[in-house]
């Protein structure tokens, strides 16, 4: 499966790596994923994301329901 956040869709980008001299080559930004259970009491049921580390700030914020909500209505999550 690919590295992608199952609640924002962030995945990794594209950069350079910059030596002393100034020589540029390519490099990717992984995204920081991370596995976790969620318990959603609306459906009585845990579900496993992979989600990034700032999606769990925003699940810690405004709660799991909330976001897997503005993340089906972003079209992340069927």
Known sequence: MSRVCELTG?????GNNVSHAMNKTKRTFGANLI???????????????KISTSALKTINKIGISAA??????????K
């Open 10 to 14: 962030k995945k990794a980008m594209v």
């Open 35 to 49: 596995k976790k259970r969620f318990y959603i009491p609306e459906e009585d049921k845990w579900v496993t994301l």
């Open 68 to 77: 897997l909500k503005k993340a089906r209505a972003n079209g992340f999550v």
